[in-house]
T-cell receptor, first 115, second 109 residues
Framework: DAGVIQSPRHEVTEMGQEVTLRCKPI?????LFWYRQTMMRGLELLIY????????DSGMPEDRFSAKMPNASFSTLKIQPSEPRDSAVYFC?????????????FGPGTRLTVL | EDQVTQSPEALRLQEGESSSLNCSYT??????LFWYRQDPGKGPEFLFT???AGEEKEKERLKATLTKKESFLHITAPKPEDSATYLC??????????FGTGTRLTIIP
């Protein structure tokens, strides 16, 4: 398996533009997690899905952020409109189970810069 | 609120100089503690899971231990390729992981 795949790897955009980040989880994994990593706040969970259903979106910073998982092999994280404070590295991770007993496998991340 | 604290923030060691990284937590129901390694420009890579106080796990030059309040990642005779950021994450009883801010380890040849 190729592991978790994320695209694009780098995104530079201007404030106010819409940004869409994409993730393909490892085949057979039932859980998908979206994280954001910054120097100030470290790695923060934004939202996670189980069997394509959003379970907990309490980490989504505000209504400008939305996430979907239309099928077991694809998920998107959208920011509309984007702001400079959204600049960060966004990671997608997947796991067979969740919580105790099963590790999460992370993708390479998307480095987002909002000018 | 359940919290995870890692120390030190950064650590520089000479090659072969053993040391330990610390992960402490306030607990209201620890279900598991995870150690990850992160190289620059990459996603975190899983190392270990510990479930109960007294448990230990080893992988090459790394050994992770767990007590009721903290975990240590011991690095024995490190090499330059061990340089990375080491992240600790806690499962407090649900399906989510809470990550610490990490220890940035540099091994000098």
């Amino acid at each position: 398996d190729a592991g978790v795949i994320q695209s694009p790897r780098h995104e530079v955009t201007e404030m106010g533009q819409e940004v869409t980040l994409r993730c393909k989880p490892i085949s057979g994994h039932d859980y998908l997690f979206w994280y954001r990593q910054t120097m100030m706040r470290g790695l923060e969970l934004l939202i996670y899905f189980n069997n394509n259903v959003p379970i907990d979106d309490s980490g989504m910073p505000e209504d400008r952020f939305s996430a979907k998982m239309p099928n077991a092999s694809f998920s998107t994280l959208k920011i509309q409109p984007s702001e400079p404070r959204d600049s960060a590295v966004y990671f997608c991770a997947s796991s067979f189970m969740a919580g105790v007993g099963d590790e999460q496998f992370f993708g390479p991340g998307t480095r987002l810069t909002v000018l | 609120e359940d919290q995870v604290t890692q120390s030190p923030e950064a650590l520089r060691l000479q090659e072969g100089e053993s040391s330990s990284l610390n992960c402490s937590y306030t607990v209201s129901g620890l279900r598991g503690l995870f150690w990850y390694r992160q190289d620059p420009g990459k996603g975190p890579e899983f190392l270990f899971t510990l479930y109960s106080a007294g448990e230990e796990k080893e992988k090459e030059r790394l050994k992770a231990t767990l007590t009721k309040k903290e975990s240590f990642l011991h690095i024995t005779a490190p090499k330059p390729e061990d340089s990375a950021t080491y992240l600790c994450a806690i499962n407090f009883g649900n399906e989510k992981l809470t990550f610490g801010t990490g220890t940035r380890l540099t091994i000098i040849p």
